[in-house]
């Protein structure tokens, strides 16, 4: 095994700024601050100049530019304000002038204007939301909740749904906080809690499982792509 | 002072020691611990296999670097396996973080094949856009609305792959790569759940309990959980790439979080015991 360092200097860069965020382990010092501060910093400009360019430029800049004279998606439209669906041309002042109206949340006495905004992007997000949820989750998870107990000539998959039955009734019934948890209400959400435990247990294990992919990462960034150990 | 009291009293950075070495050993030098994929591994790389050669696959990429080791390995085998099957891919990045290291992934696999897979025909990287559960609303609408422009800064319309692309039904299926949200789960709430549109998730492992409903109920076809899941994927397509060579050092460090969980146990209780003398 010998040592091949890249000669990339941006690598040299993302290694030494690693070694300067490790160095927080053996204690709080300058450097750590220094490289801290420097994400952070880099990290605002990136996602303002992304944002500027992804969002506002193609979204509402351009489309409006075009719309002042006359164009928008389909050709065969002429005309600032023809809108159809997917080509809004001169309407998106609406959504621009929206979205400056948050600004207004600086000016001490105008703040009260960005609620109008701040009320659109809440009840949207709540209705998508609600739809989401009930379609997606709560229907199709109470669908599939229900498990035949036996299936012929496959045994396993009988047990696998009592276990299934049995955790998820002892679980809700945890969660069931009308009655004291005394008698066979107690003995049952005793059993309840062996499950979550399992849960929260194998839900323990992903969460380091990730953290540790993350220190690996950053190690066979240092090791094989600035030092070329090989 | 007993040993119990000595750990009680061990300064936390040992630990940080042991761990790095534990980790930094089997990155050099490679134990080969045994690697079998599991039944939510097999789903996935199935879900793939059936859909027709020369498909048109949406593949939602949305992390940034943060989850680097855990996704992109799986990112690169599943972006092989499709182009395996000549797919052609569209690319979407729901990270604000995201688009510039997918790019970079998409460019890097792209050059493996012969000749190279062309930008525009074999692929395209729509890139982000901001809106979360709304870019996966409108992008039912149609694609090129929620995209106008790609992430290279081309006119969306104008590239040959777009040509037939209109909205989600034009996909047999969506690949989703979730760092968390906007991810897997908003994209079964707003896209399978509404448009039946079939999907597999690849996803880091602190968000994976939560979508083994979703397997569980049918909604996913397969899963892939974290680096363990990338490292089985890569198995299950014979390749051997950065997750497979991580998780030596993987299964190490969860040996030592497993042993410290056990010792600690140990301390806690030959304190009390103290205590209760």
Known sequence: ?230 | MSWTQTLEKLDRRWIFLVLALLVMGPLLFPLALPLSPSPPVHGFVQAIDKIPDGSTVLMSCDYDPASKPELVPMTRTALRQLWGKHCRIVVTVLWDGGPGLVDNVLREVAAEYPGGKTYGVDYVNLGYKEGREDVMVLMGKGIANAFPRDYRGNDTRSLPLMANVRDYSSFPLLVNISAGYPGTKEWVQQVQGRYHLPMVSGCTAVSAPEYYPYLQSGQLLGLLGGMAGAAEYEKARGEKGAATRGMDAQSMAHVLVAVMIVLGNVVQRSRRQAEGA
């Not at chain 1, 075009?66 to 309407?91: C, I, N, P, S």
């Not at chain 1, 002892?170 to 005394?182: A, G, I, P």
């Open chain 1, 1 to 230: 095994m010998s040592l091949h360092p890249t000669h990339d200097a941006g690598i040299w860069v993302g290694a030494l700024l690693s070694l300067c965020i490790f160095s927080f382990l053996y204690k709080d010092n300058p450097f750590y601050k220094f490289a801290e501060h420097l994400f952070v910093g880099v990290s605002a400009g990136y996602f303002i100049a992304l944002r500027f360019w992804t969002v506002i430029v193609p979204n509402l800049w351009e489309p409006l530019l075009k719309a002042t004279a006359g164009q928008g998606v389909d050709a065969a439209h002429h005309g600032m304000f023809a809108a159809e669906q997917g080509d809004y041309r001169g309407w998106l002042i609406l959504p621009g002038l929206l979205g400056l109206l948050l600004f207004t949340r600086f000016v001490g006495r105008l703040s009260w204007v960005s609620r109008w905004s701040l009320a659109l992007i809440i009840g949207v997000y709540a209705g998508l939301k609600t739809t989401g949820f009930a379609q997606g989750d709560f229907v199709a998870q109470v669908q599939a909740s229900l498990q035949p107990l036996w299936v012929r000539g496959h045994p396993w998959e009988g047990v696998n749904a009592i276990i299934f039955t049995v955790g998820l009734l002892t679980s809700l019934l945890f969660f069931y906080y009308s009655r004291e948890h005394k008698g066979t209400l107690g003995a049952v959400s005793r059993v309840g809690i062996l499950f979550l435990m399992v849960s929260f247990g194998a839900g323990y294990g992903y969460t380091v499982m990730s953290r540790v992919s993350l220190l690996i990462g950053r190690f066979q960034y240092l090791l094989d792509d600035w030092l070329g150990l090989r």
